[in-house]
């Protein structure tokens, strides 16, 4: 699809999913910085991978269209060839992106089933301050505190184990890059009495943040 200007192109790339713009720096209306400016601030085109072509030659050129949220700078002149692949070059890069994103939301989507299916209570904390991020029914069950009442909240504020010093020293065992295996707790639910159990940790990565 090829269009006039710049202000043409953000307005095709809202209307159709687009797998690739190529777009020149100097364009009337919009130019190419201010398109991917403004690409780059709609999710609707949030990762279309753009190249930008420039008469700019030089590093520090490079840079500034790399900076701006290009994927690629092709400098002027250039041939046929060239051009077609740095093209194929992208697309292929994009469709490995995609398939990558496709399998960690298959992973994702297993994991959330076996977590909330999960006879055993699991939790997820933040391994940054120790607060709850997710729990199963198992642990609703278990403690008798609800899913509203236990996030973003510590097991030391919920009362929910008689000994939460253990707990605090294997998350910061965990935070200097050690391994804790398991240990025995006291868990106190919140209708009253105890229950004995073996506290697990595995870390995972939820948004780049360890958990």
Known sequence: VAVRDGEEALEAAQERAFD????????????????????????????????????????ESRVEGLEAGAYDYLVKPFSARELCAHVDAMLQLQQVRRESQEALRASERKFSAAFKQSPLPMIITSLDDGRMAEV?????????YTREE???????????????????????LLRDGERVYSFQARFLPKGGGERIGVVRSALIEIDSRPH
Do not use: C, H, Q, Y
Not at 136 to 144: A, D, M, P, Q, T
Not at 157 to 167: G, H, K, M
């Open 150 to 172: 236990a996030l973003g909240r510590t097991s030391k504020e919920l009362r929910l184990l008689a000994e939460w010093e253990r707990r605090d020293e294997g998350l910061r």
């Open 136 to 144: 199963n029914e198992s642990f609703v069950r278990l403690s008798g």
């Open 20 to 59: 690739l713009i190529l777009t020149d720096v100097m364009m009337p209306r919009l130019d190419g910085f201010g398109l991917i400016r403004r690409l780059r601030d709609d999710k609707r085109t949030r990762e279309i991978p753009v190249i930008l072509l420039s008469a700019r030659a030089g590093e």
